[in-house]
């Protein structure tokens, strides 16, 4: 499946373009990244993967439609999916968003690649 590029453009959006912001392809969907850090991603598999603070992860998942993103199996902590029903409205879509921009905001920037 590709990812939903209607919902990539509703990021995009909420993102903004500063010098800090870029995209990258990954997990089948397009990654947006602050200083190197993926923040938020529109799926190849459909809605939404959220980078949160690890620590808040399983608060996040039993008082939201969030559930942990899988891996080979493993459940990644730090790491959310949510379906696009979830982020329908603009206003849910937001405040996941700013949950991703923010906690990848408050990680070390990433030294930049060569070319990039």
Known sequence: M???EALAAR???LVGDGAEVSEQRMFGGVAFLTGGNMAVAASGQG????R???EASDELV???GARPMEMRGRSMQGWLRVDAEDVASDEKLAR???RGVEYARSLPAKPKKPGR
């Open 96 to 98: 996941w968003v700013e």
């Open 47 to 50: 809605g939404l993967l959220v």
């Open 11 to 13: 990021i995009r959006k």
């Open 62 to 64: 039993a008082t939201t």
């Open 2 to 4: 590709a990812y939903d």
């Open 52 to 54: 949160v603070d690890p």
